[in-house]
């Protein structure tokens, strides 16, 4: 088992910047990809970036290229995702997730999900 807890959202002006956290415990974090996704209200949860387990492969949606950085500290267990530029289209609930070393983009590949931290971005 892997627990993941995410922290770090809240409310942001447009243009402003956020940063995320997902802290993990259990099994070696080292082991594991890790993924943002994200779910607006009414909306499917969808990928927003992830990392390899050692942070060499590294992948993005399009609508959050240039603006948002996935990192990972291994000897923290812990994962990062600092945002920029924030739009009003990037309000949803943000969530962390794990799988076994390599990345994927589709959510019912990975395995554990924290509880998810809410970011709003006011226009």
């Known amino acids: 088992q892997v627990q993941l807890v995410e922290s770090g959202g809240g409310l942001v002006q447009a243009g402003g910047s956020l940063r995320l956290s997902c802290a993990a415990s259990?099994?070696?974090?080292?082991?594991?990809?890790m993924g943002w996704f994200r779910q607006a209200s009414g909306k499917e949860r969808e990928f927003v970036a992830a990392?390899?387990?050692?942070?060499?492969?590294?992948s993005y949606a399009d609508s959050v290229k240039g603006r948002f950085t996935i990192s990972r500290d291994n000897a923290k267990n812990t994962v990062y995702l600092q945002m920029s530029s924030l739009k009003p289209e990037d309000t949803a609930v943000y969530y962390c997730?794990?799988?076994?070393?390599?990345?994927?983009?589709?959510?019912?590949?990975?395995?554990?999900w924290g509880q998810g931290t809410q970011v709003t971005v006011s226009s």
């Open positions: 990392i390899s387990w050692n942070g060499g492969r590294i």
């Open positions: 997730a794990a799988r076994p070393f390599n990345v994927e983009v589709t959510p019912s590949r990975y395995a554990y």
């Open positions: 259990g099994r070696t974090f080292s082991n594991y990809a």
